[in-house]
């Protein structure tokens, strides 16, 4: 499993959330400053279309998912899939 969050470091209230609320479930991420890096931006911008961050990318066996902005039930649905993997419902 991967989740990367491209981020903003400053006023992004919903960067703050999402990542807080991945913090607090215990499930990993990396963190990308799209300010700091262009080819992330790039990425978030041409490649998934996205003009708003936060933007999440959950990559779990080969199966992608990806977000933009404070999603609430994408980020409960991740957390949750998440915490079935360690109790070893998910493989």
């Excluded at 969050?5 to 609320?21: H, L, N, S, V, W």
């Excluded at 990425?43 to 961050?53: C, H, K």
Aim: some cysteine; proline content about 3%; charged content about 20%.
């Amino acid at each position: 499993m991967t989740l990367t969050i491209y981020t903003k470091p400053a006023g992004c209230f919903g960067c703050t959330k999402t990542k807080q609320k991945f913090t607090d479930a215990g499930v990993a991420f990396t963190e990308v400053d799209v300010t700091t890096n262009q080819a992330a931006f790039e990425y978030i911008t041409e490649e998934l279309g996205y003009s708003q961050v936060p933007v999440v990318v959950y990559d779990k066996e080969s199966s992608e998912d990806h977000w933009s902005g404070l999603n609430p039930a994408k980020v409960a649905r991740v957390i949750e899939i998440e915490a079935a993997v360690r109790q070893g419902a998910f493989t």
